[in-house]
């Protein structure tokens, strides 16, 4: 037998074959409880095992000839770094090693240890024109900024007639690639190169084309800013009365989250804001969907704790901005007595003396917000940039009111440390959220105008607001005049707001969708819109 390894071994070699290169491969992957996945890949066989790592060589040797149909005992062997046999008793880990090789049906095999691999890719099957189509990856010992990408499409049905069609991470599906079958191939250095599942052929939806058809180019030298409340998942799965049945009105292959997510990332990537910041987000949307299919935005999410785990995620572009500070907080936090902000914790002292119900029911709900100061790339300057999502119950809007002045007096404080430590006297300011306030609340009022003295009420608690509850920074709408921004079977109003201090200039705004769309459904979602709000994008000129 020895005789006969020798003559397999040497004649091997004198073909010239060099295992290192050799495509013929076995991988070991080494596994919890002392076990090894042992991967055979060559042309002709492939067998994936799972064995005890204290197994014996000639043990697996015996398996692999049975799975192969190998018919002598010369036909598959291991040897050493020389050439040599290893001994039939040798431990599967210690003869698995790189410095030994495989004999298998006269062919080298290279046996790699916990080497970088792509294990799969998998690329959803969503393939409609003006989606993005993303992928899953499976990695071992490599990290994603590792991996090359390539999308490919054809049209024919030749294996030869795949084209690439992009080397980004995700794929926007074009007009173009109608009627192509799509796929992934990715790969990475001293990993092999691996192609994800077919999906297609893409086509065309009306709805989806509607959605879409709403974007306008943006103007040269300006900010895109888009506001959007996605309407978490959380709601739509609700057992609780009444959300349970309130949108019992959309088609329920449009309430699930695979017909939704997509085309809400399809809807922020057609408008390309520069500046994005979305309500109603959860932790499993953000990291799923946002963030894979939007890889050209540095992003932050806070959620509520709670019943409902859903809260604020805030965008800006890479290419475009530098974060200096980003901070995230229930807005209540602000009145407490440790609060940095004594005029807030001085009027929750005032509040508690004089309106004690009312300030309960203000001190206890976690409204989430988020701050951050951006610096733009290009000229230098600095933006503060506020996002939350304020208490929806309308008959309690004296409850938004304390929140959102809570956040204009931190974004106050957040300025005059912006101008003290980067000496920078022109710092702009953008609010953007869902305020779930109409024009005739007390926050429409503090926030348009500065106090709430215009309102017809002359109740005790209105005077106190008059007179302590005023608005440290100048703002001016920046929305235009949207016909709607939350639009339901039970409820249409304009409640989402972008807001940017008087001394900044507003371009142009996004046009609401036709009334012609909207009303297709008694609400939204629907077919068309993925969320009950419609988002709001406003292109503002910042100082160059």
Known sequence: INAEYGYITNNLRSAGINFFYSMNRIVIRTIPKDKLHVIVQL??????????????????????????????????????HSGLPIHESTKLSDALVPSNRLVFKEQYCSILVNPPMIDEVKVKDTPCVGLVLHSEIFLSNLLETEISYCWEAKNGTSDFDWTTVSTDNVLQLRRGLEGHLIRLSCSADGAETVKSNVVGPVKSDENTNKLLSRSIPMESGCTRIMSYNILADVFMRSKTTPIKYYYNYCPSECQAREYREPRIVAEVTSHNPHILCMQEVEDRTYRDSLIPMMPSYESHITVIKGRFKAGCALFFKKDAFDELLYESFPLPELYLPSSTETNLSNLASKMENLFPEVWKDISVRPVMTQISVLKNKQTGKLVIIGNTHLFWNPAYHIIALFHIHALCTKIRSVRLWCEEKFGEEDVRVILCGDLNSGSKSYVHAYLTQGTVEELEDGSELREFLTSHVTNPLKLQLARGEPNYTNYTEKFKDVIDYILCDSKTKVGQVTPSPPLSDLEKCAGCPSPIFPSDHLPIISDIILPS
């Open 43 to 80: 042309p002709s066989f492939s067998k994936r095992f799972e064995r005890a790592a204290c197994e014996s060589i000639e043990a697996f040797i015996k398996r692999l000839r049975k799975a192969s149909n190998a018919t002598s005992k010369a036909q598959i062997f291991v040897t050493d």
